[in-house]
């Protein structure tokens, strides 16, 4: 089975401080991809890597930026946490190329900004 | 697709029924995929079914069947024999078209499960 496991399932951070988030996915996929979700928006892209140090921005990629050093690995970092950023992320990883790539998603970590 | 529109925020069912979940997309493509995820309160986001548009045959995994209308730009997702494990949110999604890698997913429906 594909697995994506996210660090934290919750999380809870002070305005002002750096937030990191992890991901790893075990399925050598090539593209991974980070997602905001807030009730009546959707999933909403922060950013999107499709190699290795790699990285292309979504919709949303202000006050954030990620790293990916290993393939199976990608980080999602909130600079300095403003309380505008609390919310549900996503990880989620795939093949690349399109068509029928589903992609496979992790638990989600909820960030509450205080 | 470009868009996906989901229009139903939220639906219930009652258990053993059947249920369609609507979704509408637009795209100039000729050749793409349709999907339909499901989010289970606090578990994992996953692939429920999928759907080629050039096959004209609607896509079935088990209680699971879409009713593709192409010429509609219509997908939509119907649950049959509804059981309480429905319950959870159901996002309609467009995988990647030529020269591009963002997944478009609607808003979401939240379907309840009555018992």
């Known amino acids: 089975d594909v697995k994506v496991t996210q660090s934290s399932r919750y999380l809870v951070k002070r305005t002002g401080e750096k937030v990191f988030l992890e991901c790893v996915q075990d399925m050598d996929h090539e593209n991974m991809f980070w997602y905001r979700q807030d009730p009546g928006l959707g999933l909403r892209l922060i950013y999107f890597?499709?190699?290795?140090?790699?990285?292309e921005k979504g919709d949303i990629p202000e006050g954030y930026s990620v790293s990916r050093e290993k393939k199976e690995r990608f980080s999602l970092i909130l600079e300095s946490a403003s309380t505008n950023q609390t919310s549900m992320y996503l990880c989620a990883s795939s093949f690349s190329g399109q068509g029928w790539n589903e992609q496979y998603f992790g638990p989600g970590t909820r960030l509450t900004v205080t | 697709a470009q868009t996906v529109t989901q229009s139903q925020p939220e639906m219930s069912v009652q258990e053993a029924e059947t249920v369609t979940l609507s979704c509408t997309y637009d795209?100039?493509?000729?050749?793409?995929?349709l999907f339909w995820y499901k989010q289970p309160p606090s578990r994992q986001m996953i692939l429920v079914i999928r759907q080629e548009a050039y096959k004209q045959q609607n896509a079935t995994e088990n209680r699971f069947s879409v009713n593709f209308q192409k010429a509609a730009k219509s997908f939509s997702l119907k649950i049959s024999d509804s059981q309480l494990g429905d319950a959870a949110m159901y996002f309609c999604?467009?995988?990647?078209?030529?020269?591009?890698?963002?997944?478009?997913f609607g808003t979401g429906t939240r379907l309840k499960v009555l018992a």
């Open positions: 795209t100039s493509e000729s050749d793409y995929y």
């Open positions: 890597s499709y190699d290795v140090k790699m990285k």
């Open positions: 999604a467009s995988p990647p078209t030529s020269g591009t890698y963002k997944y478009i």
